[in-house]
């Protein structure tokens, strides 16, 4: 069933309280409409502080196509308890690898060192398998077929996400939009053998991971605004905020976001505060 993506709107009708603002959106999916509201800060925020109103989107968007997929009787296969997709290579936007240090950082001591201890397995496991190198090469992700060969070769090295607790995902309220965005129709034991076994991925006519990447790509093109998920703890210890480089009042922060998915093309990234009351200004 084909899927297209129309338009976007965006309206601030007053807010119910001082703190904060109610941002509707309306989102063409071919013949109908995605509406979605947020509430965001009044205030001075952040990208990486609005992240949360972002995986909400995220979350009522993906549930909208996935439902006109069960109209056509096609039904997402991913369940708790299936943890196949979490072995594969993971790209954690910059902004939500931020807003991941910060949460671990408010967990016991103890919870810490485990979670240190698990990546800290998870990459001699790749390291091993010969992977590290070719990860870091800068060059990989510029060919389809060299970008296609890692991944396999990754998922192959069967290295379970350290957030994979009993086949769960440990974090799945918090977890990256891209694994949000991943899901089949197909037979979920196909996942483990993708090369040989047929998988059918649910095409998303949008996909807010993207977006985020986008725009952490302009603040750090040596990252090009991800890193890899395993790489967190080593990327923590440089303690960088790249969400501040997106900051102003909730509205326009969420707008700086909002206007890409619009227009399609790079935003312009500054801090401005928008009017009490009003609405960003489009431009």
Known sequence: MPFRYNHVSMTEPPSTTADTVTVEFTVGIGDGRFKATAIVPAGQTNLTQILPVLQSLDNSFIEGVTSQLADAGRFVSCKAGCGACCRQMVPLTIFEAEALATWIRTLPEARQQELAERFHQALLKI?????????????????????????????????????????????????????????????????????????????????????????????????????????????????????EAVAGAGPQVLYEFVKRIDQGKPVALRAQQSPENEPPAQD
């Open 127 to 243: 390291s091993t398998a010969g992977l590290i190198d070719r990860m870091v090469d800068e060059t990989w992700f510029l060919d389809n077929d060299t970008a296609s060969k890692l991944s396999l070769d990754y998922l192959y090295a069967r290295v379970p996400c350290p957030f994979l607790e009993n086949e769960s995902c440990s974090i799945h309220p918090i977890r990256p939009l891209v694994c949000r965005e991943y899901l089949v129709t197909s037979a979920p034991e196909h996942c483990y053998d993708p090369a040989t076994l047929q998988v059918d991925p649910v095409e998303l006519p949008l996909r807010f991971s993207r977006i985020l990447n986008s725009i952490g790509a302009e603040l750090e093109h040596e990252s090009r605004g991800w890193i890899p998920l395993l790489f967190l703890f080593a990327w923590m210890k440089a303690d960088v905020h790249p969400g």
